[in-house]
């Protein structure tokens, strides 16, 4: 069985899309799922100096590990599509849902974050199952809510 994905998305930076999947992710835990979140972004964030060396020299992944937990980088001839990455994740555990932040192109179910006064470019797109702001489906603040959503949109229960 495929680990069931679910988005939260946005028109712009800045608009609270990795706050809320952080209130989420606590939430969801204590609920008792077990929670990963795959981030689509612009830049790659290398923590890991040595790592991000090894890469800039030309190794193809590089992979930390620690005794509180690892992080692998990986420099792929092409960006990944999201079903690619979200089976790349769904292999280093087991779990119930995998958060996705950003890939606001692609036809995922998702909820779009609108602020006040932003035009609803997005939430005609494929994949949007619900808006998240004034006027929409969701208060951003109402976790719980949205917490329910999900898992009752995926079956999840």
């Known amino acids: 069985m495929t680990t069931p994905i679910f988005?939260?998305?946005?028109?712009?930076?800045?608009s609270g899309k990795t706050t809320l999947i952080c209130k989420l992710i606590s939430e969801l835990r204590r609920r008792g799922l077990t929670v990963a979140v795959l981030k689509h972004g612009r830049h790659l964030q290398l923590p890991d100096k040595d790592?991000?060396?090894?890469?800039?020299?030309g190794a193809d992944t590089s992979m930390l590990v620690t005794d509180s937990g690892w992080i692998i980088q990986s420099a792929p001839s092409q960006e990944p599509n999201l079903v690619t990455a979200a089976e790349i994740l769904a292999?280093?555990?087991?779990?119930?849902?995998?958060?996705?932040?950003?890939?606001?192109?692609?036809?995922?179910?998702?909820?779009?974050?609108?602020?006040?006064?932003?035009?609803?470019?997005?939430?005609?797109?494929?994949?949007?199952?619900?808006?998240?702001?004034e006027g929409g489906n969701f208060d951003r603040?109402?976790?719980?809510?949205?917490?329910?959503?999900?898992?009752?949109?995926?079956?999840?229960?």
């Open 141 to 157: 603040d109402d976790i719980t809510q949205i917490a329910d959503f999900i898992i009752n949109y995926l079956n999840l229960n």
């Open 91 to 133: 292999q280093t555990g087991r779990y119930d849902l995998i958060l996705v932040e950003g890939y606001k192109h692609e036809s995922h179910p998702r909820l779009e974050i609108c602020l006040l006064g932003e035009s609803d470019e997005m939430t005609e797109s494929p994949g949007v199952v619900g808006i998240i702001g």
């Open 7 to 14: 988005g939260i998305a946005a028109a712009h930076a800045n």
């Open 51 to 57: 790592g991000s060396r090894f890469i800039e020299s």
